[in-house]
């Protein structure tokens, strides 16, 4: 991962005891995480020394002379620290409270940038704030035990659970919010409030929250579109504002197989069509995170670099995160990707187990089906077909989905 590193001991303070002393560096565009530490030795003659930073001339936090090692990124950070955008001109801000003999302060400044990688969450699960039964903490505490890195919190036309804030390093919590209409369910992800008011009274009325939704910043994905039920089925058409479908909602079922059959329809009539999968947890459903998770290829951590990795199909929906996975050879092209067609492709496919298959879909339907006899396994051929995709089956169950690579 590409960094840069910046280090300065200060021993001159100018302005005495009760002053402060900066030291200045920058972020560029490309920033993932800030990480500042710094040290004046324990006994120095009785120093005291606080710590702070500061971005474009405002405060983005203070920790006294508790913390000896603070980090900032994007969408988290230390307590007491804000989140937020990275690239510009920073300072540590030293607090000088007391100045022992010798004090001597070594700050360290550790700007690193954004690095592609795979990353796993579920971006379908409910709280208390809905009918998800568990508080906010909780569901986060169960997400992380599920070794998920990024959950979203989509209860049911409401926002209060995105202003709970989650001091949890061990994993990103993204806003959201599910429209549970009379007329289908849809997430809205990314954003605190996507909407002024969620009510609808009409198919028509679902596609003005979504364009309003989308015009806020919001990732919009289409939940279970064939549930067996009169409003979570989806009938407000697919000429809306959307950038997903989930097929794979909870257990495997009918109504997945229903939508996984859409959207293989979807494909042969030649929609670009990302697809997701979501546990849809509520404690009364006795799911888990995770189950099914994605798997997505991100240009780095963020909320926004999950996103749009999300919206460009660079997603792999499998059974939970520990199962198994499936991931282009290094220097192949990426899933969601169009490309010319004809050119090669290399997929790995691992953590297969005995009884495994797996499928290669195009327009025809599956093209190929190659039994698992290992738990790794090297698919390697052409785009001989306007897109081609890939499923691991366990008999009846299914194991993985990728999104498709599109000939252009």
Known sequence: MSSHQISATITEFPGGEKSFVEVPFRAGPNTERIEVSYLFPAGSGGSVIDLGVAHEGRMRGWSGAERAHITIEADRATPSYDAGPLAGNWTVVLGIVTIGPNCRIDVSIRVVEKQARWLVGDIHSHTEHSDGGVTVV?????????????????????????????????????????????????????????????????????????????????????????????????????????????????????????????????????????????????????????????????????IADILAAIRAGRNVVCFSPEDTMARPVDGAPMFGDTIVAGSAIEVEFTSLLAGDELRVVDETGTSQVIAADGARLVWGGRLDSRFKRFEVWHGDEPRLFTNPFYAG
Request: charged share 20%; glycine share 10%; with cysteine.
């Open 138 to 302: 909780d569901a986060i505490h169960r997400a992380r035990a599920s070794r998920l890195d990024f959950v979203a919190l989509t209860d049911h036309n409401t926002i209060s659970q995105n202003f709970i804030r989650p001091d949890d390093p061990g994993i990103l919590v993204m806003p959201g919010m599910e429209l549970t209409s009379y007329y289908g369910h849809t997430n809205f992800l990314g954003v605190h409030k996507p909407v002024e008011d969620w009510r609808c009274t009409s198919p028509g009325d679902v596609a003005d929250k979504m364009a309003e939704a989308r015009a806020n910043g919001a990732t919009i994905v289409i939940n279970h579109p064939f549930q067996r039920s009169a409003g979570g089925k989806w009938q407000s058409g697919y000429e809306v504002a959307f950038d997903a479908m989930e097929i794979w909602n909870g257990n495997w079922s009918p109504l997945n197989q229903d939508a996984l059959a859409f959207w293989q329809e979807r494909l042969v009539a030649g929609q670009v069509a990302p697809v997701t999968g979501g546990s849809d947890f509520h404690l009364k459903n006795r799911r888990r995170h995770g189950r099914p998770s994605n798997r997505v290829y991100a240009e780095g951590s963020s």
